[in-house]
């Protein structure tokens, strides 16, 4: 039988930025690199304006990895997903309250362990699952599963080859009602430690009324294809916005922008960090053996990384997070840092994808694995490990609000 599809509910943009989106990049020659002017027309500062703490129920770990965000019905709602329990936590901002719904283990109904959420409408989310079978399923906010489909097209390359669907912390799930495609992370069985890792397509267009993947598309940057390892898999973060897509990935400055409608590239432009060295340091070669977790460890905890690319559509500015190069990786004892401790920065860039400021952020305050964008400003979590004022019992969240300064920062 043919799936009933959800409504058609866009998840994306404002009216007003269809213009930009159709038209911004259309004189480019694709595939060539522009890099952004020096100076802004503005510049811009990121400052706390307000705190939200919700209550959670007991033995609840109230930030988890699979979040996601949306306004239903212009209230302001969040879901995420707890490993601990098998359940969705319903987090709502203008009341200060919470649900959890506990989802099925085992038998008639059952889901798996979860990996992947986005809020659809009032009564319904996608979800996708770690386990077997490429399973994305569409729950009702009961945990019900209200449709399924198995993602099980093989990547065109390397006879038909198989591959996992992945949802990390940066990349941010997204179905497009008007293509009827649902973006995932394909993470190909083949080792990450070989080149040929880095000539697969990351990104799939799944067509979730054909029953079948559309566009196999965006492949990692020529550089990440030499002979310089950078190990680090598929964490990249996407934004959507009408006929463009834009693309970020942890070693690279540019954005890349790709045509929604054909999926190829347009244009990249660079949009480097001031905190960044020129060029961002590989943890090895190819064909070195890179399996030392020392090695590992001092790589991710002192190399620089782009991670999660936002856009916030009621002052039409993109985010981006950048985790600051570190000098050390152990502290006085010799024990390995971790990450709540280590820097972090956001830069703030235009409609032109223009830097016009980046703003450090305090230390030891952030939980980075859930952040998000509303009508106020941007919201993170504040339940990070090293925080001393957050307890257990509770979410935390704090508004950074948008400043305009005079010039660029």
């Known amino acids: 039988m043919k799936p009933k599809l959800p409504n058609k509910q866009l998840t994306t943009g404002l009216v007003a930025f269809v213009c930009f989106t159709a038209c911004q990049f259309a004189g480019e020659k694709k595939g060539t690199v522009t890099h952004a002017p020096a100076q802004a027309d503005m510049g811009y500062n990121l400052t706390p304006a307000d705190t939200l703490k919700i209550a959670v129920k007991p033995n609840t770990k109230p930030v988890n990895k699979a979040n996601s965000f949306k306004r239903l019905n212009d209230r302001p709602v969040l879901v995420d997903y707890n490993t601990y329990n098998h359940s969705l936590n319903f987090y709502f901002l203008d009341s200060a309250t919470s649900k959890q719904t506990n989802l099925i283990k085992e038998g008639p109904g059952a889901i798996e362990e979860i990996s992947g959420l986005l809020l659809h409408n009032t009564d319904s989310i996608f979800a996708t699952v770690v386990c077997c079978e490429n399973k994305l399923y569409l729950l009702d906010f009961s945990g019900n599963i209200r449709q399924q489909w198995y993602v099980n097209d093989k990547l065109p390359a390397y006879n038909e ?67 310089d390892n950078y190990f680090i898999n598929d964490k990249i973060a996407r934004v959507r916005l009408g006929d463009q897509e834009f693309i970020s990935f942890p070693a690279d400055h540019s954005l890349h922008v790709y045509d929604a409608n054909t999926k190829e590239k347009i244009v990249k432009i660079k949009a480097a960090s001031k905190f960044m060295p020129q060029s961002i340091r590989a943890i090895g070669q190819f064909g070195k053996n890179l399996q030392n977790m020392e090695l590992q460890t001092a790589y991710y905890l002192t190399g620089g990384r782009y991670l999660n690319f936002m856009y916030d559509p009621y002052r039409e500015i993109f985010y981006r997070l950048v985790k600051i190069p570190a000098t050390n990786w152990q502290d006085s004892d010799g024990n390995p840092l971790d ?26 305050i952030y939980d980075f694995n859930m952040m998000f964008v509303d009508t106020a400003g941007l919201w993170i979590s504040t339940n990070n490990p090293n925080n001393t004022t957050v307890t257990e019992d509770s979410l935390q969240l704090q508004l950074l609000s948008l400043t305009i300064t005079d010039g660029r920062e």
């Open 161 to 227: 080859l198989e591959y996992d669907l992945i949802k990390h912390a940066i990349f941010t799930l997204d179905y497009d009602a008007t293509r009827k495609h649902f973006t995932l992370v394909a993470d190909p069985y083949v080792s990450p430690e070989k080149r040929a890792y880095y000539n697969l397509p990351l990104l799939l267009a799944y067509n979730i009324e054909k029953n079948k993947v559309d566009y196999n598309y965006v492949y990692y940057p020529e550089f990440y294809r030499q002979k």
């Open 339 to 364: 990450f709540n401790s280590l820097e972090y920065s956001i830069m703030v860039l235009n409609k032109k994808l223009q830097v016009t400021s980046e703003i450090n952020l305090p230390v030891n």
